[in-house]
């Protein structure tokens, strides 16, 4: 079966990574597509550039690599209606439909989805308008949790401590920061609790859980600084108990699943929970329609089964008919390295030597998985070429050891126009070794 990978990013490179070694593509003589794939990508499929936001397009290149399987990285495309475009004309898609990636595309629509399926997340109010979000503030305390409520590449959140600053916010949203996002708001209660993310397979009926992580947002040590598409991850996140992640399938993933499925927009894909460990128990915060990234680098490094097999069983109403997928018990730790600037304005071209690295991955080094990198077509030298450049990955017996691991094989690159946090994985350490 010939496989189609759309994405360019360190989530895509660890699907590819994956899939390569799938029995697809490893041993029975399927080929592995990207697009547009990178650098890193190019050493498992044959990578190259076509306008995904033309459906004819894209379905024209799966006509004519008998494509079996397309594997959607990114939420964009999602959002687009690409799966649906695909799926019309029969090919197999792992990922949502447009409607169903609403979960992640619409926090009103999420948040409106909860409240009919009884979900445990944050009380809020949907707003359209500026007067109507100031009026709404009232019913709500410091600080305040604004959501423009599109997509905003992770950034239309803002928490605000004072009414001050959030009626601010709001007037910036409502005048277009996040572009159309920002025409509806969602105000928010606010949560107190660690953050994990947990992720589960789905073909509209059947649920598989599928790992657990927990990412680090902030750019600086510490968690300081600007917030970040995530600095770093590993995996799995034990301060999930067996009991709570219980309690996340049966009173929210599951729920979420039929309440889509019952309202015609069947949920096919990977369902990625962001949750907050409350007082009162795991509450929903926030639902993407795709892999995590950087936790799907740490989901990739420990899953023990075909990747192919699982994604192409969820595309094909199949999940049914497969046993419990296997991860390993170790711990995978990434490191992000990113380029000097990132999140604001990332340094462009910074040159990347990762030789020291490569030669030592058969050695029990880490995997370097690339991000944002480019290959100079002067010099053929590898360069950076955007905010997240590289995610260093390492698995071991314990998050210590992982640690350690990534962060020899993190000094081992050569990449002087870019940075990486020192600390992750801080709080798992903290917690002490299992
Ligand atoms: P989101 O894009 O919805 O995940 O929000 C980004 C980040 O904002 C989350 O990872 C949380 O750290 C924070 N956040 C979002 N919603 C809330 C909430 N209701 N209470 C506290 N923090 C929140
Ligand atoms: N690492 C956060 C995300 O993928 O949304």
Same mark, same amino acid.
């Given at each position: 079966m010939n496989i189609l990978l759309l994405g360019s990013g360190g989530r895509e490179h660890a699907l590819a990574w994956k899939l390569a070694q799938s029995h697809a593509i490893a041993t029975e003589g399927g080929q592995l597509f990207a697009c547009p794939g990178n650098p890193g990508i190019a050493q498992y499929a044959e990578c190259f550039e076509t306008d995904v936001t033309d459906h004819e397009l894209v379905l024209a290149f799966c006509e004519q690599e008998h494509i079996g399987l397309v594997v959607i990285g990114p939420e964009a495309p999602l959002v687009d209606g690409l799966a649906d475009s695909l799926r019309a004309e029969g090919v197999a898609v792992f990922g949502p439909s447009a409607a169903a990636a609403q979960l992640e595309g619409s926090k009103g629509f999420t948040k409106d989805l909860c409240a009919r399926a009884n979900i445990p997340t944050a009380g809020y109010v949907r707003t359209t308008s500026l007067d109507q979000a100031k009026a709404a503030l009232d019913g709500f305390a410091a600080p305040f949790v604004l959501k423009a $409520?599109? !997509? /905003? &590449? @992770?950034? @239309?959140v803002v928490i605000a401590e004072t009414r001050a600053e959030a009626e601010a916010a709001l007037e910036d949203m409502f005048d277009g920061a996040f572009g159309d996002a920002g025409n509806e708001v969602v105000i928010e209660e606010f949560m107190t609790g660690e953050e994990v993310s947990f992720f589960a397979l789905t073909d509209g009926a059947t649920i598989v859980p599928f790992g657990t992580a927990q990412d680090h947002k902030r750019v600086g040590d510490g968690d300081t600084g600007p917030n970040t598409g995530g600095m770093g991850a590993y995996s799995p996140a034990r301060v999930l108990t067996p009991d709570q992640r219980g309690f996340v399938m049966s009173r929210i993933i599951a729920p979420t699943v039929k309440q889509m499925a019952d309202d015609g927009m069947a949920y096919v894909g990977v369902l990625y929970a962001g949750l907050m460990l409350t007082e009162d128990g795991p509450k929903l915060v926030e639902y993407n329609c795709r892999f995590g990234d950087p936790e799907c680098q740490v989901l990739m490094m420990r899953l023990e089964d075909d990747l192919a097999d699982y994604l192409y069983a969820a595309a094909t109403s &199949? !999940? /049914?008919?497969?046993?419990p997928p296997k991860f390993s018990q170790d711990v995978a730790l990434t490191v992000v390295m990113a380029a000097n600037g990132y999140p604001a304005t990332p340094e462009k071209g910074g040159l990347i030597d990762l030789k020291d690295a490569e030669a030592a991955k058969d050695s029990g080094g880490a995997m370097v998985f690339h991000a944002g990198t480019v290959i100079d077509e002067e010099d053929g030298t590898l360069r950076a070429n955007g905010g997240r450049v590289l995610s260093v990955t390492a698995r071991a017996a314990d998050v210590a050891t992982a640690q350690a691991a990534a962060y020899a094989a993190v000094d081992r690159i $050569?990449? &002087?126009?870019g940075f990486c946090r020192r600390d992750i994985g801080w709080r798992e350490i903290g917690r002490g070794e299992r």
């Amino acid at each position: 079966m010939n496989i189609l990978l759309l994405g360019s990013g360190g989530r895509e490179h660890a699907l590819a990574w994956k899939l390569a070694q799938s029995h697809a593509i490893a041993t029975e003589g399927g080929q592995l597509f990207a697009c547009p794939g990178n650098p890193g990508i190019a050493q498992y499929a044959e990578c190259f550039e076509t306008d995904v936001t033309d459906h004819e397009l894209v379905l024209a290149f799966c006509e004519q690599e008998h494509i079996g399987l397309v594997v959607i990285g990114p939420e964009a495309p999602l959002v687009d209606g690409l799966a649906d475009s695909l799926r019309a004309e029969g090919v197999a898609v792992f990922g949502p439909s447009a409607a169903a990636a609403q979960l992640e595309g619409s926090k009103g629509f999420t948040k409106d989805l909860c409240a009919r399926a009884n979900i445990p997340t944050a009380g809020y109010v949907r707003t359209t308008s500026l007067d109507q979000a100031k009026a709404a503030l009232d019913g709500f305390a410091a600080p305040f949790v604004l959501k423009a $409520d599109g !997509l /905003a &590449a @992770g950034k @239309g959140v803002v928490i605000a401590e004072t009414r001050a600053e959030a009626e601010a916010a709001l007037e910036d949203m409502f005048d277009g920061a996040f572009g159309d996002a920002g025409n509806e708001v969602v105000i928010e209660e606010f949560m107190t609790g660690e953050e994990v993310s947990f992720f589960a397979l789905t073909d509209g009926a059947t649920i598989v859980p599928f790992g657990t992580a927990q990412d680090h947002k902030r750019v600086g040590d510490g968690d300081t600084g600007p917030n970040t598409g995530g600095m770093g991850a590993y995996s799995p996140a034990r301060v999930l108990t067996p009991d709570q992640r219980g309690f996340v399938m049966s009173r929210i993933i599951a729920p979420t699943v039929k309440q889509m499925a019952d309202d015609g927009m069947a949920y096919v894909g990977v369902l990625y929970a962001g949750l907050m460990l409350t007082e009162d128990g795991p509450k929903l915060v926030e639902y993407n329609c795709r892999f995590g990234d950087p936790e799907c680098q740490v989901l990739m490094m420990r899953l023990e089964d075909d990747l192919a097999d699982y994604l192409y069983a969820a595309a094909t109403s &199949a !999940l /049914a008919s497969m046993p419990p997928p296997k991860f390993s018990q170790d711990v995978a730790l990434t490191v992000v390295m990113a380029a000097n600037g990132y999140p604001a304005t990332p340094e462009k071209g910074g040159l990347i030597d990762l030789k020291d690295a490569e030669a030592a991955k058969d050695s029990g080094g880490a995997m370097v998985f690339h991000a944002g990198t480019v290959i100079d077509e002067e010099d053929g030298t590898l360069r950076a070429n955007g905010g997240r450049v590289l995610s260093v990955t390492a698995r071991a017996a314990d998050v210590a050891t992982a640690q350690a691991a990534a962060y020899a094989a993190v000094d081992r690159i $050569d990449f &002087a126009s870019g940075f990486c946090r020192r600390d992750i994985g801080w709080r798992e350490i903290g917690r002490g070794e299992r």
